[in-house]
């Protein structure tokens, strides 16, 4: 009997025993429940971003989502002053972030950053919160940017950069065909680059230093010469001009082109190791011209005229000018057709008739055959912008020039960087070009259109890039003595915009370009005698 009430007592005790601790179990889940959704209410109802939040490496712990912004914002606008320098070798230049438009979503990381620990589920939410506590929580976004100013900017840079190989090419001169071979040299890979660019764009704005970036380049043999395509490029039948009334429309005499000699013949004098190649041509002559047409006037108003001035007392810059504005001057260019600068004016050489004059190459100014035919090139530039052509190929100089404004130059060299244009007016146009007396004046004459836009080309610099001051020790001069080598001048960021009026109300205002002028630096040299 007793031992029966022993056991029973025992049992007693262990089910109170047991009891308690479901209890206190119960209370304790109870309790961590009750706190669990306190700590995640107030962190739901909180203005703040809980602690170890990180926007690219910007840390917005316990920030309200305005002072984030404005963090953030300041943050974004001191890193997208910055420029970005590349360089390949003794060239260097920089790029504009906000040439390309670097734009970030602030807004939409802000937000994702203070939707962390506001899960609807509180258990997620309070372990993100202590996650986030305790190892951080990084929110990386990636930027946006004008893909096609970026790839224009590539493309500028693949064309300027010293080296870079230089294809074949040809052009003709009176009854000749003149081929130039090309010369190896270097070629940008331009995706890789742009890869770049973007990288150390990311890095930047995550507030690390800037980045120097190298221009990724690989050698490169120009394509070989191919006389049978060059045949099938340049053959034409004459055909005689001619015009149609009611509308006028005129149509260009095309002389008969064709090479005189055979394509075997041809190869064997391309076999040769020369720069340059002469292969003779049968120039077949239309019987009517359009000068023939004399009673018509198919260009009797001027669509636009645009004038610079040079030093005539440069006699070697003063020749180039006036040879290329003679190779131009008369052209007739039908609707649809393009112009091409190097086409027309063909490659300057000493043999063509140009001389050495200053030009400005990797980076400096130096003598170089055929120097102020860029002057040309940038007045006819000037000339199309207000005739409401449409530009197809352009850039800008390496230095800002004398002769125009920043945004409104067009820099040429031959194989390489040419200047190009299509007339999309619905009548044909005539280039008249005359340089004399110092003044190189460009005409552009036509049939004005049923409905003509007053053109205006607006240009601004938009930031001055200052020019740097290099020392030379010379043992020339004496002590003390200073000699200035080469003047210095500001770089420059610029745009242009085209604006289109008709009776003073504007009808649209179109981005020409965006540029990017070097500076050129300073040399003094200083004596040690």
Not at 21 to 33: A, E
Not at 194 to 207: F, S, V
Request: charge should be positive.
């Amino acid at each position: 009997m007793r031992k029966n009430i022993r056991k029973r007592t025992k049992r007693n005790k262990t089910i109170n025993i047991n009891t308690k601790r479901i209890v206190i179990l119960i209370i304790t889940v109870f309790s961590l429940l009750i706190f669990s959704s306190i700590f995640a209410l107030t962190n739901a109802l909180g203005e703040k971003i809980i602690k170890g939040v990180k926007i690219n490496n910007i840390d917005v712990s316990n920030l309200t989502i305005n002072e984030a912004y404005q963090k953030l914002k300041e943050q974004f606008d001191k890193q997208v002053s910055k420029n970005i320098k590349v360089k390949q070798g003794e060239y260097e230049t920089t790029i504009s972030l906000d040439q390309i438009e670097v734009k970030y979503d602030i807004i939409g990381a802000i937000n994702q950053a203070y939707k962390i620990g506001r899960n609807k589920n509180i258990i997620i939410s309070n372990y993100t919160i202590l996650k986030t506590k305790l190892f951080s929580t990084k929110i990386e976004k990636t930027i946006n940017i004008n893909e096609e100013e970026l790839n224009k900017i590539v493309e500028d840079i693949s064309a300027k950069i010293p080296g870079i190989v230089v294809e074949s090419s040809y052009y003709i001169e009176g009854e000749n065909l003149i081929i130039s071979n090309g010369k190896a040299g270097i070629k940008v890979n331009k995706e890789e680059f742009k890869n770049r660019i973007i990288k150390a764009i990311n890095h930047q704005l995550k507030g690390n230093d800037i980045e120097n970036i190298e221009i990724p380049i690989e050698e490169k043999e120009p394509e070989k010469i191919s006389i049978e395509r060059i045949r099938e490029e340049i053959y034409k039948e004459p055909k005689n001009a001619y015009y149609e009334e009611n509308p006028v429309v005129l149509h260009k005499e095309i002389e008969g082109i064709d090479i005189r000699i055979s394509i075997e013949e041809a190869k064997k004098i391309l076999e040769e190791q020369k720069e340059e190649y002469v292969i003779p041509l049968t120039i077949t002559k239309p019987e009517v011209t359009v000068k023939d047409l004399r009673s018509q006037n198919f260009f009797p108003e001027q669509l636009s005229k645009y004038v610079t001035r040079y030093d005539e007392s440069n006699i070697n810059r003063s020749t180039n000018i006036k040879l290329a504005s003679e190779k131009i001057n008369g052209t007739i260019l039908m609707p649809g057709e393009t112009f091409s600068y190097n086409k027309i004016v063909g490659e300057r050489t000493i043999k063509a008739g140009y001389k050495e004059a200053s030009v400005y190459m990797g980076g400096k100014v130096v003598d170089g055959i055929g120097g102020g035919i860029c002057q040309v090139s940038s007045t006819l530039y000037n000339a199309v912008l207000e005739s409401n052509l449409e530009i197809t190929e352009r850039r800008n100089h390496y230095f800002i020039t004398g002769y125009v404004s920043a945004s409104k130059d067009a820099t040429v060299s031959y194989g390489s960087i040419d200047f190009k244009f299509k007339n999309t007016r619905t009548y044909p146009i005539k280039i008249e070009c005359i340089s004399q007396n110092g003044i190189c004046q460009i005409e552009i004459k036509g049939i004005k259109e049923d409905i003509e836009y007053e053109v205006v080309i607006e240009d601004k610099i938009t930031e001055v890039i200052p020019y740097t001051t290099r020392y030379i020790k010379t043992n020339k001069l004496e002590k003390g003595e200073e000699n200035q080598i080469q003047k210095g001048v500001n770089g420059y960021k610029s745009e242009a915009y085209r604006i289109l009026r008709i009776n003073g109300k504007v009808i649209s205002r179109t981005l020409l370009s965006k540029d990017s002028y070097n500076p050129l630096e300073r040399i003094i040299e200083q004596g040690t005698k």
